[in-house]
């Protein structure tokens, strides 16, 4: 089992739904975690940190957090074209990530 | 000017040869890293420092060495490039007990 699951996508959503992205990790006991967006050519870009179960919200960014089950998702909502990228997520006790997600907005 | 920047932006070298790949951080930041992307792979840490005299193995370090001449400089080497080192590889930057917050722009490796 990878340390840290993504599944690869793409996932299409349409304009101004709920995209919803889900990462799982092997290693109970993590502690850090970490969304990173990613256009295509482009660098990783840090969108959102959680680190207690439940939900953290930052605009239309929802990470949510789940220790028990040893998942973290992020949800974006009203999604817009903008938002099409690949979301990469990472455990940051072992600074890994996963394969990432591609995100397709449809308009 | 760019807070973490990586030269050269793109390389073609050849089978066996040498090559560095530098970086360097204006964020005075303690923490460096070496990644690869492929397509499909997402990002898989080379090594990262924590400061000057701490260098640390990744997931793939197997072909490549680096080296921390400052808190500013982590440069990455291939002894011998193989072709499947061809890849996009970022050097990134963090605060103490942070994750990499700040990539470079990325060095696009060729090896014929």
């Known amino acids: 089992q990878k340390e840290v699951e993504q599944n690869s996508g793409p996932l299409s959503v349409p304009e101004g739904a709920i995209a919803s992205l889900n990462c799982t990790y092997s290693d109970r006991g993590s502690q850090s975690f970490f969304w990173y967006r990613q256009y295509s050519g482009k660098s990783p870009e840090l969108i959102m940190s959680?680190?207690?179960?439940g939900d953290k919200e930052d605009g239309r960014f929802t990470a949510q957090l789940n220790k028990a089950s040893q998942y973290v998702s992020l949800l974006i909502r009203d999604s817009q074209p903008s938002d099409s990228a690949t979301y990469l997520c990472a455990v940051n006790d072992k600074i890994i990530f996963g394969k990432g997600t591609r995100l397709h907005i449809l308009p | 000017d760019a807070d973490v920047t990586q030269t050269p932006r793109n390389r073609i070298t050849k089978t066996g040869k040498r090559i560095m790949l530098e970086c360097s951080q204006t964020?005075?930041?303690?923490?460096m890293y070496w990644y690869r992307q492929d397509p499909g792979l997402g990002l898989q840490l080379i090594y990262y420092?924590?400061?000057?005299?701490?260098?640390n193995k990744g997931e793939i370090s197997d072909g490549y060495s680096v080296s921390r001449q400052a808190q500013a400089k982590f440069s990455l080497s291939l002894e011998s490039a193989i072709p499947n080192q061809t890849a996009l590889y970022f050097c990134?930057?963090?605060?103490?007990?942070?994750?990499?917050?700040?990539f470079g722009a990325g060095t696009r490796l060729s090896v014929l």
């Open positions: 420092s924590f400061d000057v005299k701490d260098i």
């Open positions: 990134a930057t963090s605060p103490n007990e942070g994750t990499p917050r700040y």
């Open positions: 964020k005075g930041h303690d923490r």
């Open positions: 959680i680190y207690s179960n």
